[in-house]
């Protein structure tokens, strides 16, 4: 059995995980069935992303974009789903929408009983991170960049040793919940697919009620057809093309988190980059000062255990 994994050309570590989550849900699960797809995190339920004929275990999946698959297809064998919305779309009873795969990384061993090393952490959409300068906006803010392109258990550790996280990623908000680590929700683009994030927080009995950032640059305006200093990029300019984010000299200051060069801060080009940025800065500042929230624990905890029976299921069923 191999695990289904989008990889992204960017790099995002809410699908990296797949790469070694389902051997510590799943132990010895590439051993047997080669035949069958194991469909896990992330919202890939769609008949584009996800090959014909070929058998689908779909373990914790969301649905989000296109066309929902034909489930009642004999080659797909669902066993969960992320949440009821994803449950409601394809036709399932609500109570398969268990929760996100992702909740149960916090039961892993090497992630136990982390130290906390960060008081404020921001973590991005990694659009955001592709296209922004989330680096220079933060640090006024007195927040902790945190890119989410970078290896995935470097950036779950890192969640894990926040006190509190502002999460435009969405597995950023749900591996902070998982760790019981207060989190805010954040939103840089009226046009972000919501429908997944209620998927997960209904699913876990929170609320996905984000603040509103300015986007930190006009590569990120182009990109996401907003507004940067009131200057509109919208759907009526196809001309314009965001660029490739510009390569300047690593930072290595936060070791293995970062897999690519940040932006500097520091001279003259740092703080003009930080003055474009003070939108952004103000509004994180705020953010992070606002109510944080954490899904209820009994609630998070009834819904793991439910996770861990259905993985019980597969055992007997798969191996």
Not at 202 to 229: C, D, H, L, M, N
Request: charge should be neutral.
């Amino acid at each position: 059995m191999k695990p289904y994994y989008w990889a992204s050309h960017h790099g995002n570590f809410g699908d990296d995980l797949n790469l070694w989550l389902w051997d510590f849900l799943l132990p010895g699960f590439r051993d047997v069935h080669p035949d069958v797809m194991l469909v896990g995190v992330g919202t890939v339920l769609n008949p584009v992303l996800l090959p014909p004929g070929q058998k689908k275990l779909v373990v914790g999946s969301g649905y989000g974009y296109g066309e929902p698959p034909n489930i009642r297809d004999p080659e797909w064998d669902v066993r969960c789903v992320r949440g009821p919305k994803t449950a409601q779309k394809l036709g399932l009873p609500e109570d398969m929408g268990i929760t996100d795969p992702a909740a149960l990384i916090a039961d892993m061993p090497e992630f136990r009983n982390l130290p906390k090393i960060h008081k404020k952490t921001f973590i991005p959409h990694w659009e955001s991170a592709e296209f922004g300068m989330w680096q220079a906006a933060c640090e006024p803010a007195g927040l902790t960049y945190l890119d989410p392109r970078g290896e995935a258990k470097a950036v779950i550790r890192h969640i894990a040793q926040s006190e509190l996280i502002v999460a435009e990623s969405m597995h950023g908000a749900i591996l902070a919940d998982a760790f019981r680590v207060p989190w805010i929700a954040v939103t840089t683009s009226g046009s972000i697919n919501d429908f997944k994030w209620n998927d997960w927080a209904s699913s876990v009995g929170a609320t996905y009620a984000p603040r509103f950032v300015p986007v930190s640059t006009r590569a990120e305006a182009v990109r996401k057809k907003t507004k940067f200093w009131g200057m509109s990029f919208d759907a009526e300019q196809p001309a314009m093309h965001a660029p490739e984010p510009a390569h300047e000299p690593a930072d290595t200051s936060h070791g293995d988190v970062m897999t690519r060069p940040k932006p500097s801060t520091t001279g003259l080009r740092g703080m003009a980059k930080q003055v474009l940025a003070a939108p952004s800065t103000l509004a994180l500042w705020q953010a992070s000062r606002a109510i944080p929230q954490l899904s209820p624990s009994k609630v998070l905890n009834d819904k793991k255990e439910r996770f861990w029976k259905v993985l019980d299921e597969i055992r007997r069923d798969y191996m």
